[in-house]
């Protein structure tokens, strides 16, 4: 199961800024906090990915608590091409010693024009 | 989407034939993920695989479906006689390792399969 809990869906005005919450309560100390969306009929997309401090590019920032149990993606203006599903993703220790990526249900995001 | 690369993009089945999808990852990326999502779902990831091995393979279904990433060419998703259940999205990610928590996957834009 995955590691990360996400509320199912949210909504926000476009040319607003968009808080996503991710609660990550069992992460561990060398644990990457990965977000990636989906667009309909598209393979997910990367947004950003972080560790410890808060991290900015050129689609979104991520804002890491200083516990770690929990982040926030900010869309800084949502636009409707930010309608999506966001996912928040911690790697996972698999068999033989590897690690993989689960997926939860993530939150899909509407925007309002 | 960052290079991924798969095919065909839509595939229409039979039931009782077979479906084989092809991954070909970014360049210099060595690590291929295969996950599945089925209609109005989340992805479901099926197996994790390296140049010629199966490292692992836990959401894969035990009959019916196998998978294979040779030393030359894509990596290989293989369904054998199809069932209405198997339609879904199938979409292949490539990373370069796994070592490093900080490595980023990157998806392709999936092959849709229909089983009539």
């Known amino acids: 199961d995955a590691k990360t809990t996400q509320p199912n869906s949210m909504e926000s005005n476009e040319e607003e800024p968009v808080h996503l919450p991710c609660n990550h309560s069992t992460i561990s100390g060398t644990d990457y906090i990965h977000w990636y969306r989906q667009l309909p009929s598209q393979g997910p997309e990367y947004v950003i990915h972080g560790l410890t401090s808060n991290v900015n590019n050129r689609m979104a920032s991520l804002a890491i608590a200083e516990d770690r149990k929990s982040s926030t993606l900010i869309l800084h203006r949502a636009t409707l091409r930010d309608a999506a599903v966001y996912y928040c993703i911690l790697r996972e220790h698999g068999d033989s010693g590897t690690y993989k990526y689960i997926f939860g249900t993530g939150t899909r995001l509407k925007v309002l024009a | 989407n960052a290079g991924v690369m798969q095919n065909p993009r839509h595939l229409v089945r039979r039931r009782g034939q077979e479906a084989r999808l092809r991954c070909s990852p970014m360049?210099?990326?060595?690590?291929v993920y295969w996950y599945r999502q089925l209609p109005e779902e989340g992805l479901k990831f099926m197996v994790y695989?390296?140049?010629?091995?199966?490292?692992?393979e836990s959401g894969m279904p035990k009959e019916r479906f196998s998978a294979e990433f040779p030393k030359e060419g894509p990596s290989i998703l293989r369904i054998q006689q199809v069932v209405r259940g198997d339609s879904a999205a199938y979409f292949c990610?490539?990373?370069?390792?796994?070592?490093?928590?900080?490595?980023?996957?990157?998806f392709g834009e999936g092959s849709w399969l229909t089983v009539v």
């Open positions: 990610a490539s990373s370069p390792g796994t070592a490093f928590s900080g490595n980023t996957i990157y």
């Open positions: 695989l390296q140049k010629e091995n199966i490292i692992d």
């Open positions: 360049k210099g990326h060595s690590h």
